[in-house]
């Protein structure tokens, strides 16, 4: 189905909310994604430890996401969402002071939180205001995530490269430059969800409660439509992937291939920097093309370029490769979320999208559980060659299952 597609302007509080909010998100979590692991085998982790640590902070968002995103429903998006980004930078803090895993576990459970809080509802947030450019609004929003990467890259390479500092200091840094954009976002931000779209119920707490006891009933639900039901299995696969990398490129990038630890940053802000300009186009694509044929392409892309780094050992070139690797992956992403934003009515949009990062968090968790042991008994190159393979083998059987959706909801026409 093709949309009217406009160019959108960031000219009004309610769109320049969810761009700044990604701003202060991603750097957050590009500081925590890109330096945890690091941190947790400099204080003498082990590989299983760290793998189970990472597993965590998606397994916890398998049992809040739905609930927490049903509960922006009730009582608007803004509380959801100034919530996340303070749980992010009480996560960092708390890093700070981590010179065990336990501790780590902490921060690690605070940033679950946020992220629940977060990632559901600021999409949900856009598809209230937003109606035929869905995809390009999003695309904006990821221009923000950039930013924030970005800035979050600068502030590592900064404290790591020219400072010498630990990795505690960097989270301490990092927690400083959070809570002060979590306090400016709160003064800033409009509530945009409407009173006759809210859930209604006699008592908030009382429905977030029975909200958790349901979730498994209420994903089900969701799940059930084929519409959404072939989007959250793409969006599984998707989810596998692309945290593998979060969780294993800095492994990849310091022990196999011998570069000291600021490169990550340089990687990162550097095809931050490049993508930045894009964002929107890519989200225009997804408006205009619809999210299947998209999304398989650049699971196949993606793939290719993630064998390919395992045998490159130039710098430039593995920031080219990560630079279509992070196209790729960004495209797909919208494209679901676009997907799902659509395909869900405006009284239930906060539930679909909870459910579609239920699958987000169930991809992950699963991508460190199995692959973890892998690392352990291998090396992490065998990591990456492994994931490519088989997100191939299940791109190409999901496609050919999109057939047989598509065949259904003709004959049920």
């Not at 954009?181 to 029975?210: M, N, T, W, Y």
Request: hydrophobic fraction near 55%; aromatic fraction near 14%.
């Amino acid at each position: 189905m093709n949309y009217i597609v406009e160019k959108t302007y960031l000219n009004d509080r309610k769109r320049l909310s969810p761009v700044l909010l990604g701003i202060v998100g991603s750097f957050s979590l590009s500081i925590f994604g890109a330096y945890v692991g690091l941190h947790l085998e400099d204080i003498g982790t082990t590989a299983i430890i760290i793998g189970v640590i990472l597993a965590l902070r998606n397994i916890y968002q398998l049992f809040l996401r739905v609930p927490l995103a049903q509960f922006s429903q009730m009582i608007g998006r803004k509380p959801l969402l100034i919530a996340g980004v303070f749980f992010y930078a009480s996560s960092l803090l708390i890093l700070s002071f981590s010179y065990n895993w336990i501790v780590v576990l902490i921060a690690t459970t605070l940033l679950a939180i946020g992220m629940s809080c977060f990632w559901p509802v600021i999409f949900a947030y856009i598809g209230d205001f937003e109606k035929d450019n869905i995809g390009q609004m999003q695309g904006r929003v990821f221009q923000g995530t950039d930013f924030g990467t970005i800035i979050g890259a600068l502030l590592a390479y900064l404290l790591l490269k020219q400072l010498e500092v630990q990795y505690r200091v960097l989270f301490g840094w990092s927690a400083g430059v959070a809570f002060a954009g979590a306090i400016a976002l709160a003064f800033f931000i409009p509530e945009v969800l409407k009173k006759e779209d809210r859930l209604q119920v006699e008592s908030r707490i009382k429905a977030l409660g029975s909200s958790f006891l349901a979730m498994f009933r209420n994903l089900i639900i969701v799940t059930k439509q084929k519409r959404l039901a072939l989007l959250y299995l793409f969006q599984f696969v998707l989810a596998f992937m692309e945290y593998m990398v979060v969780a294993f490129v800095p492994f990849l990038i310091v022990n196999e291939k011998n570069f000291t630890n600021d490169t990550v940053a340089q990687i990162l802000w550097i095809t931050a920097g490049v993508l930045i300009f894009f964002k929107p186009y890519m989200g225009s694509v997804i408006d205009r093309l619809g999210y299947k044929k998209p999304v398989i392409l650049t699971l196949l892309v993606a793939s290719v370029a993630l064998t390919l780094i395992v045998f490159v050992d130039l710098l430039p070139v593995i920031i080219l490769l990560y630079i279509v690797y992070s196209a790729s992956i960004l495209t797909a992403y919208l494209g679901m979320n676009t997907g799902a934003t659509r395909a869900s009515k405006p009284a239930h949009r906060g539930i679909a999208l909870g459910a579609l990062g239920f699958y987000v968090s169930a991809g992950r968790s699963m991508s460190t559980l199995i692959l973890s042991p892998v690392w352990e008994k291998f090396d992490v190159n065998v990591v990456f060659i492994s994931t490519a393979i088989a997100i191939i083998a299940a791109t190409i059987i999901l496609s050919l299952f999109s057939k047989f959706f598509e065949k259904s909801e003709t004959e049920q026409l």
